[in-house]
């Protein structure tokens, strides 16, 4: 089995409970969204920091089990941009994927933190921006099983999304509970999985913390 937490940190409001999701969930790798890179420990716990974007004012980040992985290769991507990105510059890059070794079961995956364009976008840029993201992902490794979690900023129509992801060869995975409840009225799935060569057994919502987002916690196999 492989845990992976996705979290968005609400503008680094929450980067001081990431230590106690790693060490409580005995995570594997942990995807951060909304982060300060600048601030980030090399260390989460038994998590070793693979990579994190630079020039990102909301910045992404992945950790990994350096016991059990070993990272071979990482990349952030830019992807294509809203009305928002252009006028605020909040994230030049969306996407941070790692092709890691898993030295158990002695096969390579590849996992994403992935950030969407605002609600103030159109559901059509973020299905373009999800199949933009899944595409970057194949080349760091064409064929091998693929992980994507993180802020898809997709609360309404997921029918239409899912429908879109089997056309692409991706599954799409909910929680079982709402993970932004910011706003009494306007609650939503905004956290969730796309996966590719992998079997998700169960994707859970963690208790709210500092943001308005809740952790995601993903445990996957390998099919």
């Known amino acids: 089995m492989i845990r992976v ?3 968005n940190l609400r503008e680094n409001h929450a980067v001081g409970e990431i230590v106690d999701l790693a060490t409580k969930n005995t995570l594997d790798v942990l995807c951060l969204q909304e982060c300060d890179t600048a601030e980030l420990p090399a260390e989460v716990g038994d998590l070793s920091l693979a990579d994190s974007t630079k020039r990102n004012r909301l910045g992404l980040a992945l950790y990994y089990r350096k016991s059990r992985f070993a990272a071979v290769k990482t990349g952030t991507f830019a992807l294509k941009k809203s009305l928002h990105d252009r006028i605020l510059s909040p994230a030049h890059e ?3 994927g790692t ?11 590849v996992v994403a933190s992935f950030h969407a364009a605002p609600l103030t976008a159109l559901n059509s840029l973020r299905r373009n921006q999800i199949k ?15 992980l994507m979690v993180g802020d898809y900023n997709y609360p309404l129509f997921k029918e239409n999304l899912n429908e879109h992801m089997q056309a692409s060869g991706y599954d799409l995975t909910l929680s079982e509970t709402h993970t932004y409840t910011r706003y009494k009225f306007f ?3 905004f956290d969730f999985a796309t996966s590719m060569g992998l079997r998700i057994e169960r994707v859970e919502t963690l208790p709210r913390g500092e943001s308005d987002h809740m952790p995601i916690l993903v445990t996957a196999d390998y099919v």
């Open 94 to 96: 969306r996407l941070l």
């Open 132 to 146: 933009a993201a899944h595409a970057e992902l194949r080349g760091l490794g064409e064929g091998l099983p693929a």
């Open 187 to 189: 609650k939503g799935h």
């Open 5 to 7: 937490i996705s979290y």
């Open 99 to 109: 092709r890691l070794t898993d030295v158990e079961a002695g096969r390579d995956l």
